[in-house]
């Protein structure tokens, strides 16, 4: 089983750019389909990205499509977000996590591994 450690959040003004890595310890990453959530003061977690095991499915939270994109590097057990064009509403802490699942399963999961998540923070 991985284990899952996001790094790169932090403080940012609208419109400038922040780069999630994810980084998955254990045996058989690439068994794994992947998806970034986030979760902001007093609201649901919410699903922002996802990648299945093969990179074959990329999928987006419309809030985020066009601006973020997610990546996988399985040579290296890392997987990414890169955010670009943030605003003030994409404050939140983002979690990694990580699930056995088919890629029509990468939205809905459910994603059994989870990371500690990571604060990003967007000034206006």
């Known amino acids: 089983q991985v284990q899952l450690e996001e790094s790169g959040g932090g403080l940012v003004q609208a419109g400038g750019s922040l780069r999630l890595s994810c980084r998955a310890t254990g045996r058989y990453f690439h068994n794994y389909s992947l998806a970034w959530f986030r979760q902001a003061p007093g609201k649901e977690r919410e699903f922002v990205a996802g990648i299945s095991w093969n990179a074959g499915r990329l999928v987006y939270s419309d809030s985020v499509k066009g601006r973020f994109t997610i990546s996988r590097d399985n040579a290296k057990n890392l997987v990414f977000l890169q955010m670009n064009s943030l605003k003030p509403e994409d404050t939140a802490v983002y979690s990694c996590?990580?699930?056995?699942?088919?890629?029509?399963?990468?939205?809905?999961?459910?994603?059994?591994?989870w990371g500690q998540g990571t604060q990003v923070t967007v000034s206006s």
């Open positions: 996590a990580a699930g056995l699942l088919s890629p029509a399963q990468v939205v809905e999961g459910p994603y059994e591994i």
